[in-house]
């Protein structure tokens, strides 16, 4: 089974940076998307960033220019790096991996999530 383990999420003050780390493990056939999505009370889980097979990158408005995704293949991780960190990026955030050949035949899997705490 796959698994997705999320780490350094905690707390920082509004204009800070973190980075978020995603370990991947099992058995993995094709990727078609893999990213970080997070949830803040009260609202919908929210697409943060995604990087393709294809090799794009994407980005929620609100978080481009301060957000940056990235992948170590080697390693089986993926990263969010995150600057200039607001109150409102508070909340759970969640790695993605989506396994398959395309959107309509793929497996999603994710992780448990690291908590993101923006406050002064």
């Known amino acids: 089974q796959v698994q997705l383990v999320e780490s350094g999420g905690g707390l920082v003050q509004p204009g800070g940076s973190l980075r978020l780390s995603c370990a991947v493990s099992?058995?993995?056939?094709?990727?078609?998307?893999m990213g970080w999505y997070r949830q803040a009370p009260g609202k919908q889980r929210e697409l943060v960033a995604t990087?393709?097979?294809?090799?794009?990158?994407n980005y929620a408005d609100s978080v481009k220019g301060r957000f940056t995704i990235s992948r170590n293949n080697a390693k089986n991780m993926m990263f969010l790096q995150m600057n200039s960190l607001k109150a409102e990026d508070t909340a759970v955030y969640l790695c993605?991996?989506?396994?398959?050949?395309?959107?309509?035949?793929?497996?999603?899997?994710w992780g448990q999530g690291t908590q993101v705490t923006v406050s002064s």
């Open positions: 993605n991996l989506d396994v398959g050949s395309n959107w309509l035949n793929r497996w999603r899997y």
């Open positions: 990087f393709t097979s294809d090799g794009i990158t």
């Open positions: 099992g058995s993995i056939s094709s990727i078609y998307a």
